[in-house]
């Protein structure tokens, strides 16, 4: 059995978990911000109430004077004028002399009492229907001499410091979420911009080759430093797998094709000295097996040379007139032997830049092809021209059977061949070996079949250097 782990879907993208875990942050400073705002807004305002009823309580208390013995008050107006600055509250006061209530609300009892003159006793209760904050001051009046404790406390209702702190609050909230949608914006952005180094790095791998195993070489900040000698690490590995690999298959195919080419001349010459018929056919059918797995290792060996090559490509200027006279020189016995007659018409210089080797490689496996597929007593022209202003076209033309025009988008792929071939020996890497070496030198390979409809036209299309 096996199972499965759901991943989120904000955990795949680390841009997005960046964003969301700076968001969460941000919605916490911005709470803790409102909550302390929000406190501290309250405490102000309590605090200023504290402070106009101490003020108020003393202005009644320094108001208090004796005559012959007697305790009497008048009530400034400014002791209740500057509680108005506090809101539309109501004002409740007491004055007493001991258990005798001078002045006030008889039944306004503070919830404490100051010890001794001077001293202030703040303090809160529920009075008629309301929350009221009390504030107890204590002076000292001679009376006929004796002194007597005199308190004066003054209450205000928190109407107006609720609203204030109310207020206060929600001016806080406002704030807080717009600082929070402007940490998010800018927590966006710091992600995007943390990521960035990432991102060049990852367009940096992706801008290469699918041979291009060079080691990286780029400044990249310290946490990206592991990842970058790792894969440095994965690529040498990789480079040291594929040569291996493509030496291995050059080094069989070196191997493979002596040991053929002496099976093929043991059985050439048995083939001259049997007399029954159905010897000869069996040592006709070993010599085409021979030759198609000569054939094979030749193209295998061309084809690993192309992808070893391919990977540090040399960049030397090739002519390829040159190049195409040496190539038809060289596969004109061969089309000789069919009665064949090959011909070059090239309007030299044309230089190019890239692998002279990989070069005649590519242009050799498509005149090769033409001399295999084309019957005798015909023809095969090799033209060289321009295509463009910045490219040159190599063209082979034959008069042989052609392309299948079902085959043609799959000809270029290793060992596909077209659907009229018949008993004609071959390995289906010619066009793929052509293909590859001109897409490592920025051309490409065009089949087409003839306006007059007889034989296949193979292009070879390259930037002029």
């Not at 430093?225 to 480079?239: D, I, K, Q, W, Y």
């Not at 021209?385 to 290793?414: C, Q, Y």
Request: aromatic fraction near 4%; proline fraction near 5%; hydrophobic fraction near 45%.
């Amino acid at each position: 059995m096996s199972s499965t782990t759901t991943v989120p879907v904000f955990w795949r993208s680390i841009g997005q978990r960046l964003t969301i875990l700076l968001a969460g942050i941000a919605a916490v400073l911005a709470i803790l911000s409102w909550w302390m705002i929000t406190s501290f807004a309250r405490e102000a305002a309590e605090r200023t109430q504290d402070n106009v009823l101490v003020a108020s309580a003393t202005t009644i208390a320094e108001a208090l004077r004796s005559e012959q013995g007697t305790i009497l008050l008048e009530l400034p107006y400014s002791a209740f004028a500057m509680l108005d600055a506090i809101g539309e509250d109501r004002v409740f006061y007491r004055v007493a002399a001991g258990a005798q209530t001078l002045t006030g609300y008889e039944d306004l009892i503070p919830p404490s009492n100051p010890e001794r003159p001077g001293d202030v006793a703040v303090g809160t209760i529920d009075y008629r229907g309301d929350q009221l904050r009390t504030v107890t001051v204590m002076r000292t009046v001679l009376a006929d001499q004796n002194p007597v404790p005199v308190l004066v406390t003054v209450a205000q209702t928190r109407t107006g410091v609720q609203a204030i702190g109310s207020g206060l609050s929600q001016t806080a909230a406002v704030l807080s979420v717009a600082l929070f949608i402007l940490a998010v914006g800018l927590g966006t952005f710091a992600a995007g911009n943390a990521l960035q180094p990432l991102n060049s790095f990852a367009q940096a791998v992706t801008r290469r080759g699918p041979s291009d195993l060079r080691p990286l070489r780029r400044k990249v900040p310290d946490e990206l430093s592991p990842l970058l000698v790792a894969l440095n690490r994965l690529m040498e590995r990789l480079g040291q797998s594929i040569r291996r690999s493509e030496e291995f298959i050059a080094e069989a195919a070196h191997r493979v094709r002596t040991p053929l080419a002496t099976v093929r001349a043991q059985a050439e010459l048995a083939l001259h000295t049997v007399e029954k018929d159905e010897e000869k056919q069996m040592l006709r059918r070993i010599i085409r097996a021979v030759d198609e797995s000569s054939r094979s290792a030749s193209q295998l060996l061309d084809h690993a040379t192309v992808s070893f090559r391919a990977d540090a490509l040399a960049q030397e200027v090739v002519d390829l007139a040159d190049l195409a006279e040496k190539v038809t020189d060289g596969l004109a016995p061969t089309a000789e032997m069919k009665d064949i007659t090959l011909t070059l018409d090239a309007d030299g210089p044309a230089s190019v830049r890239g692998d002279a080797i990989l070069l005649e490689s590519a242009l050799r496996n498509v005149v090769d092809n033409s001399v295999k597929y084309s019957p005798a007593e015909t023809q095969i022209t090799v033209t060289l021209a321009p295509a463009d202003n910045a490219h040159w076209r190599l063209t082979v033309r034959d008069e042989g059977r052609g392309f299948s025009d079902a085959s043609l988008p799959e000809l270029t792929a290793r060992f596909k061949r077209g659907t009229n071939v018949d008993q004609i020996v071959g390995s289906g890497l010619g066009l793929t070996i052509a293909e590859d070496v001109l897409v490592a030198h920025g051309g490409h390979l065009k089949l087409s079949t003839p306006d007059d409809g007889a034989g296949a036209c193979v292009s070879l299309i390259l930037p002029a250097a």
